[in-house]
């Protein structure tokens, strides 16, 4: 290249996606590229779309649409749409928005390098999906768009599941593990550049090294983990219900590094829904699994997902979701309405709910779930907490997070220094004094500052 091309990428959807964004900004640095925030000085903009349910889809779109306007406005001379989306309508994108130059799928991402050099060579529009399952292995350097001291780490590629619901499987592949040493490899070389927390993503982690190693390496890959030096956080998000046993349990329970965290998405708690999910838990299991995480881990954070206005779920079903959440008490939950998407099973069932229904529904839910949070939080007043400090408020007060809040998703702590000055990134202790809805209140032990 003559000179360095700018180059600006929004990422949306899910960490996972947030991963694939920085492994591509990892391809262009090396290769010369220079990165930029303001898109209106990028020679190159790149959207990495989600295309999972139907808020993602628009919000893709629409961001896509956005970035156009820098053809004329700005000096962008390529735009580049990759990620779930493109994967999924390459076709009506190219045929619906002709400032779009560029729709790379789920699995070819990699080539972006290659293809930004065809584009402006051949100077013709390039279509490029036909790499669902390609081999995940990398070696490259990424570009964190995280702070330094926190980066996901994807595990696995695709699923295998085949819920109901889901058009993943379709978009991502098969499943694929990465191999221990690979991932080893990466998260020693973010240790060195300063990560201290990783973030375990797949879309199922718990299913992790089962078709490269014939059983469940979560756990070995976990005590690998744990051996690097500077790693002090290990959190582990996506854990299917059904593959949570007692060897990793146990890890959990008796790894200092490991959070005692864990996200489930268990989608609802009826049978009869379940089954309609085509997910593998039932009832009893999920409470089992619940009752089993408390009894071994007193001070587990347990978030999970819920979908609700599924086909078929009646007032009495939706009933039995509030009444498990009321009794036992999730300590995180994220509450999703069910979006009815083509070429999914569940498209065609009968018994479709109206939105009206849905988002009270889902309205009920999450104010069912503040009042838990709420509660969850009081029990935290008097405790001294690890701390990871990431920001500071304009009112002097710094932002931060402890073992049961994954970053963007869960609350924050809001801790008062006491004339303490602290350092970004840092860990402190920190003495919680008060709890909001979903937000902890504290101040700076004295003993930390010692």
């Known amino acids: 290249m003559a000179h360095k091309i700018n180059v600006g990428l929004v990422s949306l959807g899910c960490d996972k996606n947030r991963v694939d964004s920085e492994i591509m900004l990892g391809v262009l640095s090396d290769n010369e590229y220079k990165i930029v925030n303001d898109e209106k000085i990028a020679d190159v903009i790149i959207v990495n779309t989600c295309g999972f349910i139907e808020a993602a889809k628009e919000e893709s779109i629409d961001t896509i649409l956005e970035m156009a306007r820098n053809k004329e406005n700005g000096r962008c001379k390529l735009l580049i749409a990759t990620g779930c989306l493109a994967e999924r309508y390459s076709d009506d994108l190219l045929n ?10 789920t699995g070819n991402y990699m080539e972006i390098d290659s293809i930004i050099k065809e584009a402006f060579k051949e ?17 490259n350097n990424r570009v964190l768009t995280t ?17 109901s619901y889901c058009i993943i499987p379709k978009l ?47 756990p070995s890959l976990i005590q690998k983990l744990s051996d690097i030096k ?18 990793l349990i146990e890890e959990i329970k008796t790894n200092n590094k490991v959070c ?20 593998k838990s039932r009832n009893k299991d999920i409470i089992n699994l619940i009752t089993n995480l408390r009894s071994n881990i007193p001070d587990i954070v347990i978030r999970t997902t819920f979908i609700v206005g599924f086909p078929g779920e009646t007032e009495d079903t939706f009933n039995q979701l509030l009444d498990f959440l009321n009794e036992y008490k999730i300590d995180h939950v994220g509450v999703f309405t069910y979006s009815q998407e083509e ?34 939080g009081m029990t935290k007043i008097g405790k ?64 930390s500052c010692k």
Not at 96 to 105: A, K, S
Not at 123 to 139: C, G, H, P, S
Request: aromatic share 10%.
């Open 260 to 279: 005692k965290y864990i996200d489930i998405p268990l989608q609802h708690v009826n049978d009869d829904i379940l089954i309609n999910m085509r997910r």
């Open 343 to 376: 070429e999914t099973e569940a498209f065609l069932f009968p018994n479709q709910i109206d939105d009206e229904t849905k988002k009270k529904r889902q309205n009920k839910l999450c104010l069912l779930q503040s009042k838990i949070s709420r509660e969850k």
């Open 96 to 105: 619906e928005i002709p400032e779009l130059d560029v729709v790379l799928g």
């Open 172 to 218: 991502r592949g098969k499943y694929r593990s990465r191999s221990i040493e690979n991932i080893v490899d990466e998260a020693t070389r973010l240790s060195i550049n300063g990560t201290k927390e990783l973030i375990l993503v797949a879309q199922d982690t718990t299913k992790y090294g089962i078709d490269i190693y014939g059983k469940k390496m979560l």
């Open 230 to 247: 500077g790693i002090e956080w290990i959190r582990l998000l996506y854990c299917y219900p059904e593959d949570i046993d007692n060897a």
């Open 384 to 447: 001294v907490l690890d701390v990871l400090i990431e920001g500071i408020g304009d009112d002097g007060v710094y932002i931060g997070r402890y073992y049961g809040y994954a970053p963007d998703i869960d609350g924050v702590v809001y801790v008062r220094s006491n004339g303490y000055h602290i350092n970004i990134g840092n860990f402190v202790k920190v003495k919680i004094t008060d709890a909001l809805d979903y937000d902890l209140v504290g101040e700076v032990s004295y003993e």
């Open 147 to 163: 702070p330094l001291y926190t980066a996901y780490i994807k595990i696995a590629e695709g699923c295998n599941n085949r819920c």
């Open 123 to 139: 100077k013709k529009r390039i279509k490029r999906t036909e790499n669902i399952d390609y081999n995940i292995e990398f070696e």
